[in-house]
């Protein structure tokens, strides 16, 4: 019934915030630019998530095509900004989340899954039926609508959000997302009330829980500062948090005033100081280089995240 439910959201879509109100089983196309089918770039062994997702044998992960944010500085531009890969049916999408398993990694993990919620449900449903045993991860940008994750309930084991912005102002200026905040606390309140706001781990492997991530921008630390204090008041001190620190301007980005440079040590430092100041305790940190003022836009990896 619940898959039924939100195969008919095709028909009128409102899988996320933006509404786009099109018949994408009639081919209309919205902003995700995706029609009533499973879209994916590519599906591999992810040794590069953190620790308790990647584990020793790595993440399943599946690389889904285009997203409903619309982030001028997406690390990952080559898929999130393109809607061209390979069609599948949902049996198709539970035969590699099936592979992924024979493959020994320790969870299923498609990326930016919200345009393609529906069939990619359908497929978990039918992978589970066929003997997947392994955590569901649901990695998505944190632009969601809560009652979508709602329906979601006690299908997925691990919610993997990003909560990019806490200032509405770069929330528009850099993803074209108005209300991202509120969305992004709305739905992340709704999954740790699924999940809890700790995480479940076997042998150091999540097994169930909430990692939110939060991508430091150059610059933009009181935008950061204020993600941190939301969470705190909004949701919780024990969620796990994943402060990345790998931003890298890509070519489409070397001139912005803002955004043509990496983040420095001291700006880290600051963000992280700050979380411990807050109570985080449960904190995933990276090292720093200081910037290079001139980036190598050549050598930009999809993957490296």
Known sequence: MI?????????????????????RIKGELGFCRLPAKIIMDCALVHHGEEPPLSGKNGAGTIFLSSCNLGCIYCQNYQIS????????????????????QNRQCHNVEPVTPTSQTPLIMEALLMARAQGLNIPFVYNCGGYED????????GMVEIYLPDFKYGLEEDAVMFSSAPEYTRFAL???????????DELELKSGVAQKGVIIRHLVLPGRIENSKEVLRLIRKEISR??????MSQYTPTAKVRNHPNLKRRITKS????LTDYALDLGFNNLFVQEVNDYELTPDFDSENPFDK
Do not use: W
């Not at 809560?146 to 979601?152: A, G, M, N, V, Y």
């Open 3 to 23: 898959i039924q439910t939100l195969l008919d959201f095709y028909k009128d879509c409102v899988l996320c915030p933006r509404k786009c109100h099109v018949d």
């Open 81 to 100: 900004h393109s809607s061209e890969g390979k069609e599948l049916s949902s049996r198709q999408l539970a035969e590699v989340m099936l592979d992924l």
């Open 146 to 153: 809560p009652e979508i994750i709602k329906s979601l309930d």
């Open 186 to 196: 709305d739905s992340i309140k709704e999954m740790v009330r699924q999940v809890g």
């Open 238 to 243: 024990n969620v796990y948090l994943s402060l």
């Open 267 to 270: 700006e880290y430092k600051q």
